[in-house]
């Protein structure tokens, strides 16, 4: 999402100021490493043992979980980028039509073309309006729809660091005493 200083600064001008609240994208936040790294890095390790392959499998599903949840929010942000932007393309072409308008009003002494000049007009702010309103649904639902996301990935990105801890500690466990020294030295 594209959140520019200059489109909240009315609204909300201390809550731009504190960076740690100012909005941004959600894999700024802090997971981007952890993210990075279940997302963009395969897997190179050949399973061995039972336990190994067992947990293997687990990790993949999970992994493949995070992967789709964290697409679904990338694809999310982009569909709203681009409705927006089409809202506002819609909004600065009605506002150039209000503009047109107003310097055809200025030349015109014919009352009937006045009325109608005057009628135009108000369709086009209502339509502007309308856009405005639809634009303001549109930052809603984009929240909602990636709150739900986040959520879902957030789970997710917990079972997959949990079974990982858990693999690690089974592995270390049921490694010889010989291995758990290497692993400690590595």
Request: glycine content about 2%; aromatic content about 10%.
């Amino acid at each position: 999402m594209d959140y520019t200083r200059n489109n909240y600064i009315n609204i909300m001008p201390s809550y731009l100021e504190n960076p740690v609240l100012k909005p941004r994208p959600f894999y700024h936040t802090g997971f981007e490493d952890s993210l990075e790294s279940i997302v963009l890095k395969e897997d190179s390790k050949t399973e061995t043992g039972i336990l190994e392959r067992v947990f293997s499998d687990k990790s993949k599903n999970l992994k493949a979980t995070v992967k789709a949840l964290f697409n679904e929010i990338l694809l999310r942000e982009r569909i709203d980028l681009f409705l927006l932007y089409k809202i506002d393309a819609d909004i600065f072409k009605q506002n150039s039509y209000i503009e047109q308008l107003k310097v055809v009003a200025g030349h015109s002494y014919a009352l009937e073309l006045l009325k109608d000049l005057s009628t135009t007009r108000m369709k086009l702010e209502s339509n502007v309006l309308d856009l405005e309103r639809e634009k303001r649904k549109e930052y809603l639902e984009c929240w909602r729809d990636l709150s739900f996301l986040k959520k879902y990935l957030l789970s997710a990105l917990k079972d997959y660091w949990d079974l990982s801890k858990r693999t690690d500690a089974l592995l270390y466990d049921s490694a010889s005493p010989g291995e758990n020294e290497n692993r400690e030295r590595h």
